[in-house]
């Protein structure tokens, strides 16, 4: 499974930007998709997951209300619609999938199967 990742860019704080990963390959389906994002100079965190299946969705706390995660089954794609941007929400955004249950909790980086490459957001004050 390859995931492609855009959608980022530079916009003023209270912004708003969407991000987006298409998912391709042969013969897969999703379990679940999930965001991640990496700040300058800190560790990679869990932003929102959304499962395949039900469409449940899962957020950190610092961006609920704000950003909105949501699913196209057809298109095999997660989006990330991210509305009220702040400066600390600068960071590269990096999408990740399951084909599987593992078990494992939805903010496990370890968890997820597969990566895509990350995209850029900044967010100027």
């Known amino acids: 499974v390859q995931l492609q990742a855009s959608g980022g860019g530079l916009v003023q704080t209270g912004g708003s930007l969407i991000l987006s990963c298409a998912a391709s390959?042969?013969?897969?389906?999703?379990?679940?998709m999930g965001w991640f994002r990496q700040a300058p100079g800190k560790e990679r965190e869990f932003v929102a997951a959304?499962?395949?299946?039900?469409?449940?969705?899962y957020y950190i706390g610092s961006v609920e209300g704000r950003f909105t995660i949501s699913r196209d089954n057809a298109k095999n794609t997660v989006y990330l619609q991210m509305n009220s941007l702040k400066p600390e929400d600068t960071a590269v955004y990096s999408c990740?999938?399951?084909?599987?249950?593992?078990?494992?909790?939805?903010?496990?980086?370890?968890?997820?199967?597969?990566w895509g490459q990350g995209t850029l957001v900044t967010v100027s004050s």
């Open positions: 990740a999938a399951d084909t599987r249950y593992t078990g494992t909790a939805y903010g496990v980086q370890t968890g997820y199967e597969y």
């Open positions: 390959g042969r013969s897969f389906s999703i379990y679940r």
């Open positions: 959304i499962r395949w299946s039900d469409n449940n969705r």
